[in-house]
């Protein structure tokens, strides 16, 4: 294996943690980092958190876990290759969607809407607020006492984070400075890309299981068209499943060798000799070619139209947005319903901004199968 470049995060350089402690003798402080991550909580409940489709319509789509794990999965290979840190991208990649509600982006929505008189709600943030605050295992300190650059990678992997900020990063910010203003290291950078190109892939994919659209109809669209080209060509006769995983592998593919050769050239123009030179280059150094760019923006629009607003999809939006809608007011006004350890928690709040926070916070972590059953046992709706 090649050694780190040296703009690579180097983990004997770090900034620390919040919480001072001993070094490991077998691990590096984001190796540490990553199992934290694999260990808590949160990260267990992705299994039965949705992507698009909720937990319960079958057992073949992707949920929260598995994307984290095919994120991760993307991001070593990308970081591997442009000699980064591979520990520190596994560590952001795999934290990347702690902070997701039940329900996806669908849930997220109700919720924002919700919280807009306590400062609105932000999944980015909230996994922040998770690992410097929420998971509470270890004696000396709440949260994770993650590194400085795995924190920083989690809450602005996607850019600087600029103007009024999430009440959950703006808190935990006021205690440690993650410098949100400038972008992220590079290994962060490589997990916000390897997110799309995941994400991109597998939608497909479960778009097509779940009846929505037909191969053929990706057959015309941009990259893909030239992937199952190349397969036809090569097994005339394979079997459509076969057919199908060949195709989108070879976009999986694609996409890949795309940001490194794209990466690869900007770092050379850039010339960075230390990590700080690609934080403060003013733009993301981890990117995707403008071409390729372009014609993810059609898969993107095919995906919206035929997936995202599929009229069973959009019905089973409506529907899970009233579960969050009927969830929240009521805890809201009977927190003596909540878990005996969140009401020891409302028991030290002062005013209705933290209470509704603390709701949230509660909403926010549930599972989608766990969150339709407390709607049906305090509201009798299923």
Same mark, same amino acid.
């Given at each position: 294996?090649?050694?780190?470049?040296?703009?690579?995060?180097?983990?004997?350089?770090?900034?620390?943690?919040?919480?001072?402690?001993?070094?490991?003798?077998?691990?590096?402080?984001?190796?540490?980092?990553?199992?934290?991550?694999?260990?808590?909580?949160?990260?267990?409940?992705?299994?039965?958190?949705?992507?698009?489709?909720? !937990?319960?319509?079958?057992?073949?789509?992707?949920?929260?876990?598995?994307?984290?794990?095919?994120?991760?999965?993307?991001?070593?290979?990308?970081?591997?290759? %442009?000699?980064?840190?591979?520990?520190?991208?596994?560590?952001?990649?795999?934290?990347? *969607?702690?902070?997701?509600?039940?329900?996806?982006?669908?849930?997220?929505?109700?919720?924002?809407?919700?919280?807009?008189?306590?400062?609105?709600?932000?999944?980015?943030?909230?996994?922040?607020?998770?690992?410097?605050?929420?998971?509470?295992?270890?004696?000396?300190?709440?949260? %994770?006492?993650?590194?400085?650059?795995?924190?920083?990678?989690?809450?602005?992997?996607?850019?600087?984070?600029?103007?009024?900020?999430?009440?959950?990063? @703006?808190?935990?910010?006021?205690?440690?400075?993650?410098?949100? *203003?400038?972008?992220?290291?590079?290994?962060?950078?490589?997990?916000?890309?390897?997110?799309?190109?995941?994400?991109?892939?597998?939608?497909?994919?479960?778009?097509?299981?779940?009846?929505?659209?037909?191969?053929?109809?990706?057959?015309?669209?941009?990259? %893909?068209?030239?992937?199952?080209? !190349?397969?036809?060509?090569?097994?005339?006769?394979?079997? @459509?499943?076969?057919?199908?995983?060949?195709?989108?592998?070879?976009?999986?593919?694609?996409?890949?060798? *795309?940001?490194?050769?794209?990466?690869?050239?900007?770092?050379?123009?850039?010339?960075?000799?230390?990590?700080?030179?690609?934080?403060?280059?003013?733009?993301?150094?981890?990117?995707?070619?403008?071409? %390729?760019?372009?014609?993810?923006?059609?898969?993107?629009?095919?995906?919206?139209?035929?997936?995202?607003?599929?009229?069973?999809?959009?019905?089973?939006?409506?529907?899970?947005?009233?579960?969050?809608?009927?969830?929240?007011?009521?805890?809201?006004?009977?927190?003596?319903?909540?878990?005996?350890?969140?009401?020891? *928690?409302?028991?030290?709040?002062?005013?209705?901004?933290?209470?509704?926070?603390?709701?949230?916070?509660?909403?926010?972590?549930?599972?989608?199968?766990?969150?339709?059953?407390?709607?049906?046992?305090?509201?009798?709706?299923?």
């Amino acid at each position: 294996m090649s050694s780190q470049a040296p703009y690579a995060t180097d983990p004997k350089m770090s900034r620390g943690r919040l919480y001072p402690e001993a070094e490991s003798v077998f691990r590096t402080c984001f190796q540490r980092d990553r199992d934290r991550i694999i260990h808590s909580s949160a990260f267990r409940r992705l299994k039965h958190k949705t992507q698009v489709f909720i !937990e319960h319509e079958g057992d073949y789509f992707r949920t929260r876990l598995t994307h984290s794990i095919e994120v991760a999965q993307v991001a070593r290979t990308i970081s591997v290759a %442009l000699n980064l840190n591979s520990e520190l991208t596994e560590a952001v990649a795999l934290a990347h *969607d702690l902070g997701h509600t039940p329900f996806g982006h669908t849930g997220e929505d109700a919720l924002h809407e919700l919280m807009q008189p306590y400062g609105g709600f932000d999944h980015n943030a909230q996994a922040v607020r998770i690992v410097t605050s929420l998971e509470r295992h270890y004696a000396e300190w709440d949260g %994770l006492n993650l590194t400085w650059e795995t924190l920083e990678g989690i809450a602005k992997h996607n850019g600087p984070v600029t103007g009024e900020l999430p009440y959950a990063l @703006a808190e935990y910010n006021a205690r440690q400075d993650l410098e949100l *203003d400038t972008h992220s290291g590079p290994e962060a950078q490589v997990a916000a890309l390897s997110d799309d190109i995941a994400y991109n892939n597998h939608d497909l994919h479960d778009g097509l299981r779940a009846g929505l659209f037909t191969t053929e109809e990706l057959v015309q669209l941009p990259v %893909l068209v030239d992937c199952f080209a !190349e397969v036809d060509r090569l097994y005339p006769d394979l079997h @459509a499943y076969r057919r199908l995983h060949e195709g989108l592998r070879r976009f999986f593919g694609v996409l890949v060798e *795309d940001v490194i050769a794209v990466t690869r050239q900007r770092l050379v123009e850039l010339a960075p000799e230390r990590v700080e030179d690609i934080r403060h280059a003013g733009r993301m150094m981890v990117q995707f070619s403008p071409g %390729l760019w372009a014609d993810l923006n059609i898969i993107r629009k095919f995906l919206f139209e035929r997936m995202y607003r599929a009229p069973s999809v959009v019905e089973m939006r409506k529907k899970v947005t009233n579960v969050v809608r009927d969830l929240f007011p009521l805890y809201l006004s009977r927190p003596d319903l909540l878990p005996r350890q969140w009401r020891e *928690d409302v028991q030290r709040v002062k005013g209705d901004e933290q209470l509704a926070r603390i709701v949230a916070d509660y909403i926010s972590g549930m599972t989608d199968r766990f969150a339709l059953q407390q709607h049906e046992r305090l509201c009798g709706v299923e």
